[in-house]
């Protein structure tokens, strides 16, 4: 099965704040663009950020890894909100995203503090990036809720 669009918000100030961490940022996030990959071959792979070509490197040699851009935020925002599957920072931008697009979402480090699907288990995930998706979340994945702005 192959998702129509995985979108990746990951942006460069968070790239260049995180230096103190064992295993950079960007390898991080490239690994679980990889292993999301290999669970839905043929997947498209969506890159917005503020991160420069050089920071966004680990990402772009991907197979499939479009970085994207639609020309202002909002158009950003409703191009992201159309993906398959989120996986973000805990910024307001991306929880209007995950909320509007209505799809499973993978925040790392961690979320807002708020559930956009109370009740539903394993739709929206905390992930430190390196361990496994759930079967649930990838059920989830495979089956998400109606999009809100269809």
């Not at 129509?4 to 950079?24: C, F, M, Q, S, W």
């Not at 599957?85 to 961690?110: D, Q, R």
């Not at 539903?120 to 759930?134: A, M, T, V």
């Amino acid at each position: 099965m192959g998702l129509p669009l995985l979108v990746i918000r990951h942006p460069g100030t968070e790239i260049r704040n995180d230096r103190a961490l064992k295993k950079p940022i960007t390898s991080r996030v490239a690994g679980k663009a990889e292993s999301i990959r290999e669970r839905w071959p043929g997947s498209t792979i969506g890159l917005f950020s503020d991160g420069t070509e050089g920071e966004l490197a680990p990402f772009l040699q991907l197979s499939n890894v479009r970085r994207l851009t639609f020309g202002n935020p909002l158009a950003d925002l409703l191009a992201m909100s159309r993906s398959s599957l989120l996986v973000c920072n805990g910024s307001t931008f991306s929880a209007w995203a995950a909320y509007l697009g209505n799809m499973p979402t993978i925040w790392f480090p961690t979320k807002l503090g708020w559930p956009l699907h109370p009740g539903i288990r394993d739709y929206e995930i905390e992930s430190s990036l390196d361990e496994p998706l759930s079967r649930r979340f990838i059920q989830n994945v495979e089956s998400p809720l109606p999009n809100r702005i269809n």
